[in-house]
């Protein structure tokens, strides 16, 4: 068979499989998704995290770097072969092709784009300039008409990349090419037109690759802002419901794996209808905008705060045992009370009723969770509003360590200066646990009365949880009025007569 022909049909074959590629390829192309049957049912709740702003177009960009890849690989072999052109070369211009070919399975197919990485993406730029300058080296060195895939790579990061990984390309695209110009036998030979036809084809690549550069910085904004909106509750600044979801199965997962708990408060705004109603919503839109103030002024870093509903919070305290999650509430709830009285005798007074569950005492899943929070919370609320309503027990470590050791009953502790209690005139607001859940106990501030009945069993022992007050006060606000209000919740009392 002549050469010619086994070119021919070479350069089918190839070209036959590279087509077959870039189908596959095109099949992965992002298009509308179908949502899924838990989607349908639960809107607004999904099943993983949603991508963060390193990731939110990734799908995308391998999808779409996979298909060029192919495309031009085909491109170039096909008229290599077709045209019969740079037949000294051929063979090695196809064994070049083999090695991007091998370069694609490599980047798209072995390793996924979320394990590569800066510097994996990085390899995957040098190596298309190292190929395209192979490339030219074999097809006519700077006179190449394969010169202007150097700017097709810089565009293509940009887009797929981001505005630096555009400019790296259009620099590293530049170095090669300057360092194939110079390695060009021809040099000597070239006058004023070969130097004023590189320079356009040397700036032409950069100006495509900042016209990349400069839409791919807008889109990236303006996904940002996109995703921010879907995340962030306008209003407030807090998260959203949808939110809220996706980061309380995170943290169920996370807890299982570490056997770290974590607690939740649902709170809910009191007397905002009335507000509503008297004064306008967009008062009831300040009071709102207020309270969501002060909650996320009262968190750590590592917590996280949500508008759940028209009036209702969520905060998310993770690695907190219900001690350091009580003085949280508490904080809240006071916060929220001055925001009330600067109301008072104006309009009607508002505050928050809190309800504090712990993860897994209160529940193993995420909706059985949010469940026992939004009970305690309406317990809270028919307790009388303005309070802290949950069912204080030690976690199952503290269980274990009482298990092994039988402790007496605590001496009670003299009541010092800072925590001597207000005036009878001005008593601080109730704090109470909701009567629904077993062995709960509702306290208020100063004297504390307990249900009738015995005391449950997987209640703390009072010494681990003066411990755990001091601790968690020292962590914390040390104002004498939360370790006031904790003892009330925490501390055992005798029944009533």
């Known amino acids: 068979m002549p050469l010619e022909l086994t070119v021919i049909a070479v350069t089918a074959l190839l070209a036959g499989l590279l087509l077959v590629g870039v189908m596959l390829a095109g099949r992965s192309m992002p298009g509308a998704a179908r949502p ?33 890849w192919w495309l031009t690989i085909t491109i170039v072999l096909l008229g290599v072969g077709a045209s019969g052109s740079f037949a ?13 070919v091998l370069a694609v399975v490599l980047f798209h197919e072995l390793l996924a784009q979320s394990r590569r990485g800066s510097l994996g993406r990085l390899a995957e730029v040098l190596t298309a300039v190292a190929l395209i300058g192979g490339l030219l080296v074999l097809t006519g060195f700077a006179s190449s008409p394969f010169a202007m895939l150097f700017a097709l790579v810089a565009v293509a990061a940009a887009l797929a990349y981001g505005p630096r990984a555009g400019l790296t390309a259009a620099g590293l695209a530049t170095a090669a090419f300057a360092t194939v110009l110079l390695a ?23 100006l495509l ?14 996904v940002d802002h996109a995703l921010a909106l879907s995340r962030t509750d306008p209003l407030t600044g807090l998260f959203n419901r949808s939110q809220l979801f996706v980061t309380l199965e995170q943290e169920v997962s996370r ?21 509503n109603d008297t004064s306008g919503h ?14 996320h002024g009262s968190i750590r870093t590592v917590d996280s705060a949500y508008r759940y509903g028209g009036d209702e919070f969520v905060v998310m305290l993770p690695e907190t045992d219900i ?43 995420a909706e059985e969770l949010m469940s026992a929070a939004d009970r305690a919370m309406y317990a809270a609320k028919r307790l009388g509003k303005n309070q802290i309503s949950g069912n204080p027990r030690p976690r199952p470590a503290l269980l274990a360590r009482r298990s092994t050791t039988v402790e007496g009953p605590a001496e009670p502790k003299p009541m010092t200066a800072e925590a001597t209690p207000e005036p009878a005139a001005t008593p601080p607001p109730a704090t109470a646990v909701a009567p629904s859940e077993e062995g709960a106990v509702a306290v208020e501030v100063g004297p504390v009365v307990r249900p009738q009945g015995e005391v449950d069993d997987a209640e703390p022992d009072a010494r681990d949880v003066r411990r755990q007050i ?25 029944p009533p007569d």
């Open 36 to 68: 899924s049957g838990a989607e349908v049912i639960a809107p607004g709740r999904v099943s993983g995290p949603r991508p963060g702003p390193g990731e939110r177009d990734a799908p995308d960009a391998e999808s779409t770097l996979r298909v060029v």
């Open 184 to 206: 060009d036998p021809a040099l000597a030979s070239y006058g004023p037109e070969d130097a004023l036809r590189l320079s356009i084809g040397l700036g032409a690549t950069w």
């Open 282 to 295: 967009l008062r009831g839109d300040e009071i709102l905008r207020s309270v969501g103030a002060v909650i």
């Open 323 to 365: 001690v350091g999650a009580f003085v949280v509430a508490e904080k809240i709830r006071v916060g929220a009370e001055e925001v009330g009285m600067l109301l008072a005798g104006i309009e009607p007074v508002t505050s928050v009723s809190i309800g504090l569950v712990s993860h897994p005492e209160d529940g193993l899943s």
């Open 88 to 100: 000294a070369g051929q063979a090695s211009i196809f064994l070049l092709g083999g090695v991007a």
């Open 255 to 275: 807890t299982r794996r570490s056997e770290r708990g974590f607690c939740v408060l649902m709170i809910d705004l009191d007397g905002l209808k009335a507000i």
């Open 470 to 494: 001091a601790t968690a006060s020292r962590s914390f606000d040390p104002d004498h009025q939360i370790r006031r209000a904790m003892d009330a919740f925490f501390s055992p009392s005798a």
């Open 209 to 222: 690759a900042f016209v990349a550069v400069a839409y791919s910085g807008r889109q990236r904004r303006t």
